[in-house]
Nanobody, 125 residues
Framework: VQLQASGGGLVQAGASLRLSCAAS????????IAWFRQAPGKEREFVAG????????SYADSVKARFSISRDNANNTVYLQMNSLKPEDTAIYYC???????????????????WGQGTQVTVSS
């Protein structure tokens, strides 16, 4: 499966952005999709993930209650709605996919076989 992330940009603290991850290629609906981010000088970290049917989601504690992940299987797209953005949210955001029909969303990047190219999110104070 090929993934294309988009929607990043430069915003002020408190603003909102919606990232999109468009999938193409092999059957889409059996994939878990997750968002990871990597800030300069830091390791890549899990942000949010959603199961293949949207029945399960998982969030990092740092974004819980501010970010929301959803998927539109008809359009092969996963969204990450980011509200109340903070300067510490600044990073390159990557979407990733793993083939699974389990309900549990895993948070380790090593479990995801497919990655998009990333989209830059910059939040100014």
């Amino acid at each position: 499966v090929q993934l294309q992330a988009s929607g990043g940009g430069l915003v002020q603290a408190g603003a909102s952005l919606r990232l999109s991850c468009a999938a193409s290629g092999r059957t889409y609906i059996s994939y878990h999709i997750a968002w990871f981010r990597q800030a300069p000088g830091k390791e890549r970290e899990f942000v949010a993930g959603i199961s293949w049917n949207g029945g399960s989601t998982s969030y990092a504690d740092s974004v819980k209650a501010r970010f929301s992940i959803s998927r539109d299987n008809a359009n092969n797209t996963v969204y990450l709605q980011m509200n109340s953005l903070k300067p510490e949210d600044t990073a390159i955001y990557y979407c990733a996919a793993r083939n699974s029909r389990h309900s549990m969303v895993v948070t380790r990047s090593a479990n995801y076989a497919y990655w998009g190219q990333g989209t830059q999110v910059t939040v100014s104070s």
